[in-house]
């Protein structure tokens, strides 16, 4: 039987529906949550990326405040900006969106982020929070794979997980997540030797390779769920995940599709964060 198409549409637009009514309840005693989106140069993905966040913040009643800043910025400039919004009651969120120009260090600016507004995940005191189990933001794709797989009632314990792709984005903190929620977790990456004897042991597969048909049918268990987090544009303009969607769904209990699977979830994942980081800095202030 074929798998089973999970669908990151629907599932997106029923988080973002209760994140919508959370954000409701806020604004009715006078608050508005609040994400600031930081964007240096021009790279063309990031700005359909940013506006697609800034679009989504929209949608469900967040307010978002936007800061280009052209390449030829200086660091300084982009650090005091952030050391700003870090003091801006208003803002409870900051995110800046990543690949930065080469003279940027991407260390410094997610290090000057507060730690209590790094609705991203990526600075270091979160990063190591997914170590020990105790993340204050889990960074939003790995997050919304989880969610994926929870809303699919799909049992993490005792499973064997294998990671395709070992980027500190997607591939490390998924492993870290899923390992915490006791899977057993093996991460492939691009130096690993026959990928597929490692693939073909997974009860639950996560590829974030960034290359198409990386993954076929004889490389994946009969029964395996699989997660595709690689957003491919082929020469002929389509765009394809990392897994050869058409094989391995005859094969998989479970499969995303690319577009239309992990994709969605990221953004709402990020709406998820930054309200619950404003019901957080409610919550604080309300007890001080
Ligand atoms: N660039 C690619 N993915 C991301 C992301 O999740 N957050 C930010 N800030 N930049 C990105």
């Known amino acids: 039987m074929p798998a ?12 973002r529906k209760e994140i919508g009514g959370r954000v409701e309840q806020m604004r009715r005693h006078g608050i508005v949550p609040g994400l600031a989106v930081i964007v240096i140069g021009n790279n063309a993905a990031s700005a359909v990326y940013v506006r697609n966040k800034i679009r989504a913040c929209e949608d469900v009643g967040i307010r978002s405040f936007r800061f280009d800043f052209g390449e030829s910025a ?10 700003e919004l870090n003091n801006r009651q208003d803002v409870h969120g900051i995110l800046v969106q990543l690949p930065l120009p080469p003279k940027f260090s991407i260390g410094s600016i997610l290090r000057t982020i507060s730690a209590d507004k790094d609705v991203d995940g990526f ?53 870290l997540m899923l390992m915490q929620r006791d899977a057993t977790v093996c991460i492939c990456h691009a130096k690993t030797r026959d990928l597929a004897q490692f693939t073909i042991l997974a009860d639950i597969l996560v590829v974030a390779a960034g290359k198409p048909n990386l993954i076929l049918p004889q490389m994946v268990k009969t029964g395996a769920v699989v997660i595709d987090v690689g957003i491919n544009r082929l020469a002929n303009g389509k765009l394809v995940g990392d897994v050869d969607f058409n094989g391995v769904k005859e094969k998989a209990s479970y499969i995303t599709p690319v577009p239309g699977g992990v994709g969605p979830m990221t953004v709402t994942m990020l709406l998820e964060n930054t309200i619950s980081s404003a019901e957080r800095a409610i919550k604080q202030k309300s007890s001080v």
């Open 4 to 15: 089973k198409v999970i669908d990151g549409n629907e599932v997106s637009a029923l988080i």
């Open 74 to 83: 200086s660091p300084e400039d982009v650090l005091s900006v952030i050391e």
């Open 123 to 175: 600075h270091l005191y979160n990063v190591g929070g997914l170590v020990v189990g105790d993340t204050v933001f889990p960074p939003c794709t790995p997050y919304g794979v989880v969610k994926l797989l929870e809303h699919e009632n799909i049992t993490i314990e005792g499973k064997n997980v294998v990671v395709v792709g070992a980027s500190n984005i997607v591939g490390k903190p998924i492993a």
